[in-house]
């Protein structure tokens, strides 16, 4: 059987924007808050996941680490499937689940060209990680600054 998965991972520019983003133009900001879109598959109804997300630059040193709880309820599951309870407590029950995760990437100086990063995210349950996935992205100088 499959266990929980991380089924997808990509930055976005703003948590309403749809599609994925590669750079993020941050002009004379020290900061910019960036944001994944990330999809879970066979997530189980009422456990308690931890996401754990934690951005690298290019010397692979750690810039931001943070972590956030995943919980879909029985009752979020009926309700949003239109199920009964039955259905959503059978072990047979697959849910996926569609997060917006946020992170703020603080810099140190300003930027005078791109920089790459990479993110990590861990799907956890119980203090062991499920599954791992990485994505990469720049941050720019605007054109024009």
Do not use: H, W
Not at 66 to 75: A, D, E, G, M, P
């Amino acid at each position: 059987m499959i266990t929980e998965k991380i089924q997808y991972l990509f930055p976005k520019l703003s948590e309403d924007s749809y599609g994925p983003t590669s750079v993020f133009q941050i002009g004379k900001q020290m900061s910019i808050p960036i944001y994944f879109q990330a999809g879970f598959f066979n997530i189980k109804v009422d456990c308690n996941y931890t996401l754990e997300t934690q951005i690298f630059n290019e010397r692979n040193e750690p810039l931001v680490k943070t972590k956030r709880s995943l919980f879909i309820s029985t009752q979020t599951a009926v309700n949003e499937m239109k199920v009964s309870n039955e259905i959503v407590k059978s072990s047979k029950f697959v849910f996926s689940v569609n997060s917006i995760i946020e992170s703020t990437l603080i810099l140190k100086s300003n930027l005078n060209e791109a920089y790459n990063y990479c993110v990590i995210i861990k799907l956890s349950l119980n203090n062991q990680v499920l599954d791992t996935s990485k994505t990469y992205f720049s941050v720019s100088p605007k054109i024009g600054d």
